[in-house]
């Protein structure tokens, strides 16, 4: 089984910093890697997919980049509403399956 | 625009049967896997499972092979998640997903499954 090593697990930055979490996979896993953010109470996000690609009507300040098995997201510059708990999670089709890493939670400081 | 809504919370028993919903609208819903991810009080994301309407294959994560039922009923655009027997660990938040390139590109608003005695 592929395992992901996320990290750090928690975080604390300040408005207007600029934030990195990284996921590492236990092995080569291509560029099939999507980040999620999941505010407190809320249903997750997807922000980020295969990689580096930004999903439609995320704002710019997110991204990804990495292959293999090195993978960073990236804030460019924190803003308070991005106070969440951030996942990356590698998929494969064949068969199908799905995991994620253990997660970042984010707090401003 | 597209939604994922699921039933609403439930309060169980152990050893009670449960069945969860969740109705896809605003795109076809045939045409995309729908999965499962549970979340555990104060815990990650753990994905179940996944079918595809159009021809109900469904695929379960090793972890969850045999512990629950994933199905779908393609003419009400529903995709069900289902328990024989609850246990207390199975108290959880349960979302369903739209599966879109590779990623998990809708998310149902979740729901709470309490199983107490």
């Known amino acids: 089984d592929i395992q992901m090593t996320q990290s750090p697990s928690s975080l604390s930055a300040s408005v207007g910093d600029r934030v990195t979490i990284t996921c590492q996979a236990s092995q080569d896993i291509s560029n099939y890697l999507n980040w999620y953010q999941q505010k407190p109470g809320k249903a997750p996000k997807l922000l980020i997919y295969d990689a580096s690609n930004l999903e439609t009507g995320v704002p710019s300040r997110f991204s990804g980049s990495g292959s293999g098995t090195d993978f960073t997201f990236t804030i460019s510059s924190l803003q308070p509403e991005d106070i969440a708990t951030y996942y990356c999670q590698q998929y494969d089709n064949l068969p199908p399956l799905y995991t994620f890493g253990q997660g970042t939670k984010l707090e401003i400081k | 625009e597209v939604q994922l809504v699921q039933s609403g919370a439930e309060v169980k028993k152990p050893g009670e049967s449960l069945k969860i919903s969740c109705k896809g609208s605003g795109y076809s819903f045939t045409s995309y896997w729908i999965g499962w991810v549970r979340q555990m009080p104060g815990k990650g994301l753990e994905w179940m499972g996944i079918i595809y309407p159009g021809d109900s294959d469904t695929r379960y994560s090793p972890s969850f092979q045999g512990q629950v039922t994933i199905s779908a009923d393609k003419s009400i655009s529903t995709a069900y998640l289902q328990w024989s027997s609850l246990k207390a660990s199975d108290t959880a938040m349960y979302y369903c997903?739209?599966?879109?390139?590779?990623?998990?590109?809708?998310w149902g608003q979740g729901t709470l499954v309490t199983v107490s005695s």
């Open positions: 997903v739209r599966k879109g390139h590779g990623a998990f590109d809708y």
